[in-house]
């Protein structure tokens, strides 16, 4: 018994020299998204250099990947046009887990980012007493409040980019305060601003009316 232990483990040392075992397949799921939960399709992923394929419509690739633990996988992948990947590659070092088969575990999943070049910028404008007032983006009339002083319009632009807002009351005189504006930065997310304004109406000074000469009758 004891030699042929000895002769089955010389064999197996043996074998293993001449012709190293295939790396073992990973089911791995690869998911590329823009914001948490907002998918990407066509966006192509490689692991170690090679090519894998693209994400679908719902933003998944599924594939297999081979490796053996302690092996370090480097994953980049190439955005959709309008988006922008990491400028760093995604490292992933493969590990076992004792006790478990090779069914045990469910696929990799992997996420990956493809941040936007531009983010939605939706403005609210709500002017109290400021109705059919002109509003001005940056300068250029974008929209006009109704009836009621609301209006709402949008834009797109890079993250950071400052707004100005403003309300032309040049057509209106009396109102208060004269032409306000507000000052707004766009954050690394779409985004809604809401403008908030209240107008006071200046009173006229009541102007006294010439006193009526009284005629007094003298006999």
Known sequence: MRTLILLVTAGVATSCQATPAPAPAIDMVFAVESDPGLRLGQARISVDGRVLGETDSKGLLRTKVYGRPGQQLRVEHDCPDGHDAPPEAKLLRLRSFEGLGEHDLGALEITLKCRPQQRLAVFIVRAKKGANLPVLLDGQIVAQTNASGVAQFSTSAVPGTDFIVELDTRNQPKLRPQRP??????????????????????????RRGSRRSRITKIE
């Open 181 to 206: 504006s507000h000052l707004m930065t766009l954050p690394d997310a779409n985004e809604v601003f809401v403008v908030n304004q209240s107008f006071d109406v200046r009173k006229e000074p009541k």
